[in-house]
């Protein structure tokens, strides 16, 4: 025995073992590469997108005395709703800002009429006025009267202040004039100009104007749709995948179900986009840009996935618990309602909530549909226009501004928050919930 | 130990076959089995004692493709007739598991959820008795009592097995199917669950399956031997482990085969 060199000894064995710790080797450092290649990716995803969207959380504004003449407001004195509304609000916002900037009457005629527009130009033009129209609608007594108020800056002084715009080219080039930064600078040092929260772009609906703009109208067309895709998604895919890991029986019919809902949840979303146009708006004649069409079709599209995710939840539950309430009586679907779905509850959850994530980030089949309203409402029922977040990125990354790509990478934070928010839930009611068996 | 059991007779088969898919494990049983005692099942590992066990309480029900023929009666009732509800049936015939299946619920809930189903209490303090009773004649009451309130889970597995019977006490059954309840058990545990079956007979028909042949000699009366699907011998516990009839039971009880 003693002479009989062990077969785990000796020069050849040593080889073996070294050959085998190489090759653990290698597949540790494919590991490495690879989580370390998806962390980098993952981080220039983020950095890009918060590194950009960040900027669209603050805004620049204007402090400014306006003067209510009541010549321009009112002129025959009347103050009924009708004059108040169609009054040139325009023509009092650019006389503040003359008044303002008095030095441009020393300018030539031909010059002082550019100077004039370009004055304006610093504010928002549409939301300026906008804003004095709102407050003398709200208070005819203020006709006369000279106030102050703070009006959002235009896109372009915003972005020249946030550093975006290219100065150093020659004035033609740019979207800004030398005159306007001589301005903007006085007023910044002054303090009429000053940078502050954007509660425009969590309170506001959209517009046609950047420095306007805001998620509110998409946010609750999102939530609307997420609302039905849940109410129809969740209990109808949670009673199916019960029926069939429990109630089914196992023929033919029932395996070619249980094919075709995994293939189901293969299908690309536009698939499901093109059914809800061809049936539920084609043939169904319901409102097109509606939520309840949009929550139909994400339904349909989410639906698979809570199926998948109830059944395997299911059949974690060791058949033990099942056999042990049907050895004291219970029946079948006293076993499954009483015992097998609260533990498979966590996954269930998990499942669902994972499934309405992936659907809160739809986009194709929600434009397939006419969820691509441009809304400067927030949506107040189901079968309302509306339109949700994700579309709402789309239509801002497709405009060319630097102020909308800004605000497209904000609306992505936002969308990638809630998703956070929802993964997180998920995450804390597994580990709330789960029960050791 | 022939000591006068009961003559009474629990449950009377004749020519029972429990098939998987065609596949026949249990071949045609003739059996009397004796209420108030225990009948011990014992043979190797795939002869059919659990299928046959499960013939008992319909359990084979529930496996698809198990296929049971045969008369089966039970104080002459025929328990396969098409009228009769399995569920009805497991009320009146308890199983207790080789791997002890506590639910994942407080320890009064594990006891009182099938009288809650069956709707055998009046009242919360009707509830409370059958709960404290039947964990008393588990013997798990007094390691228990001030606890109850926690998970039944969280029990070592001799008191989980005893948690389970008193769950299958607490329907008031007349019947308890074991099916190798010790098998998970150490060695003290055990002997605590076989103290336990002593008094549960004096109650119960118990019908256990066990591969300690030990075990089927210390706690039952009449021990039947199974042998690939075959109901070998069947007779007086003493008789089968002192002067078995039959060559095959002896090789098995001598460790020669199995």
Request: charged content about 20%; overall charge neutral.
């Amino acid at each position: 025995m003693a002479n009989q060199p062990s077969i785990h000894a000796g020069v050849r064995a040593l080889a073996r073992l070294k050959k085998r710790r190489r090759s653990e080797a290698i597949f540790r450092a494919f590991g490495i590469a690879a989580i370390v290649f998806a962390m980098c990716a993952l981080a220039w995803l983020l950095g890009s997108i918060i590194g950009t969207g960040y900027k669209a959380f603050y805004q620049h504004s204007l402090t400014l005395e306006v003067e209510l003449t009541e010549s321009i407001l009112a002129p025959n004195g009347s103050r009924d709703p009708d004059t108040l509304r169609r009054a040139n609000y325009r023509r009092i916002m650019q006389e503040a800002m003359f008044t303002r900037f008095p030095d441009i009457e020393g300018l030539s005629s031909a010059d002082q009429r550019a100077a004039k527009r370009q004055n304006f130009d610093i504010m928002s033009t549409s939301g300026g006025p906008n804003y004095i129209r709102q407050m003398v609608f709200k208070d005819p007594a203020m006709v006369g009267q000279t106030i102050t108020v703070r009006i959002p800056t235009s896109d372009i002084v915003d972005q020249y202040l946030k550093g975006n715009l290219n100065v150093d080219v020659p004035e033609v080039q740019r979207k800004i004039s030398d005159r306007q930064i001589a301005w903007v600078k006085t007023l910044r040092q002054s303090g009429e100009i000053k940078a502050g929260f954007n509660k425009r772009l969590l309170f506001s609906t959209d517009s046609r104007d950047p420095e306007l703009a805001g998620i509110a109208s998409s946010f609750v067309g999102s939530l609307m749709t997420m609302f039905v895709t849940f109410l129809l998604a969740f209990p109808v895919g949670v009673g199916a995948a019960i029926w069939l890991d429990e109630f089914a029986p196992k023929n033919k019919a029932v395996d070619f179900i249980e094919i075709n809902i995994n293939n189901l949840a293969a299908v690309p979303s536009i698939v499901f986009g093109l059914l809800g146009l061809a049936v539920l708006l084609n043939w169904a004649g319901m409102p097109r840009s509606a939520p309840i069409v949009g929550g139909i079709v994400l339904a349909l599209r989410t639906f698979p996935t809570i199926i998948i995710a109830t059944r395997s939840a299911l059949r974690a539950v060791p058949p033990s618990i099942r056999d042990g309430a049907l050895s004291v009586g219970a029946s079948h679907v006293q076993a499954v309602f009483h015992h097998k779905l609260p533990m498979a509850a966590p996954g269930i959850l998990t499942g669902s909530i994972i499934g309405m994530a992936q659907a809160l980030g739809e986009t194709a089949p929600l434009l397939m549909i006419g969820m691509v309203a441009f809304l400067t409402e927030i949506p107040s029922s189901l079968t309302e226009p509306a339109t949700a977040l994700p579309v709402q990125i789309y239509l801002w990354s497709d405009s060319a501004e630097q102020a909308w790509s800004e605000r497209t990478s904000a609306a992505i934070i936002i969308l990638l928050m809630v998703l956070v928010t929802m993964n997180g839930i998920a995450i804390w009611l597994r580990s709330r919930l789960e029960k050791r068996w | 130990m022939t000591e006068n059991t009961s003559k009474n007779i629990k449950f009377t088969c004749r020519d029972v076959r429990v098939s998987y898919s065609g596949k026949e494990a249990v071949k045609g049983i003739d059996i009397e089995i004796a209420d108030r005692s225990v009948t011990a099942f014992i043979g190797p590992s795939g002869c059919g004692k659990s299928s046959f066990l499960r013939v008992f309480n319909r359990m084979n029900d529930t496996i698809p493709g198990c296929a049971v023929t045969g008369d089966i009666r039970m104080d002459g009732e025929d328990i396969y007739a098409p009228g009769l509800d399995p569920v009805l049936l497991r009320a009146r015939v308890g199983m207790v598991f080789q791997k002890p299946n506590p639910f994942p619920k407080s320890i009064y809930d594990n006891v009182a959820y099938g009288p809650r189903i069956h709707g055998l209490a009046e009242s919360k303090a009707d509830l409370d008795e059958i709960v404290h009773n039947s964990l008393k004649r588990a013997g798990l009451w007094d390691e228990v009592k001030d606890r109850l309130k926690d998970s039944g889970t969280g029990l070592s597995g001799g008191q989980q097995q005893r948690l389970v019977i008193a769950r299958a006490i607490a329907v008031s059954p007349e019947v308890i199917l074991m099916d190798e309840p010790a098998s998970a058990l150490d060695p003290i545990a055990t002997a605590k669950l076989e103290v336990l079956i002593e008094e549960l007979k004096e109650k119960f028909c118990i019908v256990i399956v066990t591969h300690s042949m030990a075990q089927a000699a210390r706690i039952s009366q009449k021990t039947a031997f199974f042998h690939m699907g075959d109901l070998v011998e069947y007779d007086e516990t003493d008789q089968i482990f002192t002067n078995p009839a039959e060559l095959r039971t002896q090789d098995y009880i001598m460790g020669r085969t199995g």
